[in-house]
């Protein structure tokens, strides 16, 4: 009898099969591990920017008095007044790519990712109580991303200041 060392053909073939198909399953696995990571870290960037916008429009509502709010669109000017009586202006901008809040050495600017979609809407609800005229100043910047439906990384944010004081006038 002959010794016969070696593979078939039908050996191969079906060592080669059952290897691709373990390959295929291993790259579609690579390749969701990947869209997940990219898709979390441009949900971190959206949560990080959003947190740092709003503690800075939250600090300058609670740190000074608002003055005037002036503007329309995208485009945002607040005129605010520290406890020593300085003015200090602030531009808020937001355009379709990027959002900027500056003004008296504080910036901020950033750059959004190409999925992110901003829109800025800011409007003055005026109040009258018992105490005076008081108004609410809303600004509410909306960024939503095709890859996260239905979730807004957006800020909301509610001034309420005495109108006696303030002259804001806001266009459509």
Do not use: C, H, W
């Not at 959003?50 to 800075?56: E, H, K």
């Not at 003055?67 to 020593?84: E, M």
């Not at 300085?86 to 003004?103: D, E, F, P």
């Not at 005076?132 to 957006?154: A, C, M």
């Amino acid at each position: 009898m002959k010794n016969q060392k070696g593979f078939t053909i039908i050996e191969l073939l079906t060592s080669f099969t059952l290897a691709t198909v373990v390959l295929v399953f291993l790259f579609n696995i690579l390749v969701i591990v990947k869209e997940n990571y990219l898709n979390t870290s441009i949900k971190s960037e959206l949560v990080l920017q959003q947190s740092l916008l709003s503690d800075q429009l939250n600090y300058d509502a609670m740190e000074y008095t608002l003055v005037s709010a002036t503007g329309s669109g995208g485009n945002y000017t607040f005129t605010f007044r520290n406890d020593s009586g300085a003015q200090i202006q602030k531009t808020l901008k937001v355009t379709s790519n990027s959002i900027s809040y500056s003004g008296s050495g504080n910036e901020f600017y950033y750059q959004l990712v190409e999925e992110a979609s901003p829109t800025i809407q800011v409007k003055k609800v005026n109040k009258q109580t018992q105490g005076g005229n008081y108004s609410y100043l809303t600004i509410d910047i909306s960024i939503t991303s095709s890859l996260f439906e239905n979730q807004d990384f957006g800020v909301k944010a509610v001034y309420l200041y005495n109108t006696a004081g303030s002259n804001v006038t806001l266009s459509a």
